[in-house]
Each structure stands twice: as C-alpha cells, then as structure tokens.
C-alpha cells in the first residue's frame, strides 16, 4: 500500500480549497469556528458545565459536548448563536466588500 503524503494548508482558504470546499462553503466553515472559539473561551472562561448549556439552549448536552470537542457536522451557525445567545452574549456581524469581487 502506498503512503500519502500529507497535505499541509497554511491559511482557512487553502484548507477549504484541500477539502473541496466551494468559496461559499468555505466562508460558513470560517464563521462556524470563529464562532466556535468564542464559546470554548467563553466556557473555559466562566466554568458552565455541558449540561448548562444545553439546558439554556435547548439542545442535547451530548450535541454541545460535540461542539465543544469541535465536531460541527449537521450544527449551523444559528445553533451555534443562539447557545451564545442562551448564554448571554451576543453575535455582531459585518460585511463589507472584497475588493477582488468589485
């Protein structure tokens, strides 16, 4: 059997162009995970166990605990705002114009 050498990706963009991922896909995957960070800080930070969460949210401790472990298959960035909402705190979001897509 032969032996794949692994690919190493150095920014977001490349490693959605590695997996596969369209530019819009690519996008969503960056703001999950921008998303993501905040929570696990905010987590880490003030000590709220799973089952809090989950239960403020009102979604499944196990769903959160797969977050939280980085799995986002089937989550949404509305899941994902809306236990940052359950917890108190709130999503601002910006959009401004890439110069390339003028």
């Known amino acids: 059997m032969r032996k794949l050498k692994p690919a190493v990706a150095k920014t977001p963009e490349a490693l959605a162009e590695a997996l ?6 690519a ?4 703001v999950q995970h921008v998303l993501l960070k905040r929570l696990r800080e905010i987590v880490r930070r003030e000590k709220i166990t799973h089952a809090v969460i989950a239960k403020r949210a009102g979604t ?3 769903r ?4 939280l472990n980085g799995n986002l298959e089937h989550v949404t960035s509305d899941l994902l ?11 601002r979001i910006s959009v401004s114009r890439v110069d390339a897509a003028a």
Do not use: F, N, P
């Open 20 to 25: 596969g991922l369209s530019a819009a896909e």
């Open 64 to 67: 959160v605990t797969a977050i």
């Open 81 to 91: 705002i809306r236990i940052l909402g359950s917890l108190g705190y709130t999503v």
């Open 27 to 30: 996008k969503e995957w960056q």
């Open 60 to 62: 499944s401790r196990t």
